[in-house]
């Protein structure tokens, strides 16, 4: 989800037309062959919308192909693809079904209008890719962006760091300064010394979508810890389960929880507990973690949580 006030940065990805990368240049030769179905969808918008993804047959002159569950998925593939050229958006959703409609239907029409020059809305979506990281590599920046402006983005940054807005900054892991270049934001490095005379931390669990662990390689690198989302695994193959979410422990990920939602039960199950290699765990950091599985628990409005007898963690009941 972004902030509709964020639109004309995204609408300049959607109205470029780079063609860098395969899947790139793959979508608009499946949208070439494709402009009946395109237009079918277009129009059927206009009169209809907003609509579910069900609402159209999918024939297509040639069909999508993939390895994956997108495979022949005409419409679906349809409706992403005008997505991220910015002319159809998610307008609700009925039960488990998106309902798709003409952009300019789905956003106040201030949204699709902005006085900034292309360059402004990229040096500011860099600098605040920059800030949702905390700390970040020019390359780590860039993947927080459309890959239609990456290179636009990466141009941006030097300007932004002879600006003073961007400032170098070494990034000591537990086994060493970490290579690369990394920037932090001005305004944040001027809040480091503060932080580091009265900063605590908290103990939550990371959806796997989440901003700290999204990039993985990143999160290697800072946390030690290698994490993947295993949704598309097979369950005989899945080595910490399906939304397996690690554990934020002040400033460590200390190991993973994978739960389930039991909607008969009313309650937040716990199917294993998978902590990192390290130091053996206290009562206290238990119980810290009980309180996260409590604080998920409401969120997702079951009443109790549940969790497996020998879970490894002293203090989590």
Not at 171 to 180: C, E, I, N, Q, Y
Request: a positive charge; proline letters at 6%; hydrophobic letters at 40%.
């Amino acid at each position: 989800l972004y902030p509709t006030r964020h639109l004309p940065f995204y609408r300049l990805a959607m109205r470029s037309r780079s063609l860098k990368y395969v899947h790139l240049r793959r979508r608009a030769a499946w949208m070439r062959q494709n402009l009946p179905l395109r237009r079918q969808v277009l129009s059927r918008l206009r009169r209809e919308g907003p609509l579910a993804t069900s609402a159209f047959d999918g024939r297509a002159a040639v069909s999508w192909h993939s390895r994956g569950w997108t495979n022949d998925r005409n419409a679906s593939q349809m409706l992403e693809f005008l997505s991220a050229r910015g002319l159809v958006l998610v307008a609700g959703r009925a039960g488990q079904e998106r309902l798709w409609d003409l952009t300019e239907r789905c956003v106040p029409a201030e949204a699709l209008l902005s006085a900034a020059t292309p360059a402004k809305l990229i040096r500011d979506a860099t600098v605040r890719s920059l800030r949702a990281l905390g700390v970040a590599t020019p390359t780590q920046i860039q993947n927080m962006l459309p890959a239609a402006l990456r290179e636009s983005v990466a141009k941006a940054i030097p300007s932004l760091e002879r600006a003073g807005e961007l400032i170098p900054a070494r990034v000591a892991a537990r086994d060493g300064t970490l290579k690369g270049r990394w920037y932090v934001h001005a305004a944040d490095a001027e809040r480091i010394p503060a932080l580091e005379r009265h900063w605590s931390g908290r103990t939550t669990l990371l959806s796997p979508f989440d901003t700290l662990i999204r990039d993985r390689a990143r999160a290697e690198a800072l946390f030690g810890m290698r994490y993947r989302i295993e949704i598309y695994v097979p369950r005989a193959k899945r080595e910490h389960g399906y939304f397996a979410m690690p554990i934020l422990h002040e400033d460590e990920l200390i190991g993973r929880i994978d739960p389930r939602v039991d909607r008969e039960q009313n309650a937040l199950v716990v199917n294993a507990v998978h902590l990192e290699p390290g130091p053996k765990r206290d009562a206290d950091t238990g119980r810290a973690v009980a309180k996260a599985l409590d604080d998920l628990a409401r969120f997702t409005g079951m009443s109790r949580v549940t969790v497996p007898a020998g879970a490894g963690l002293p203090g989590l009941r």
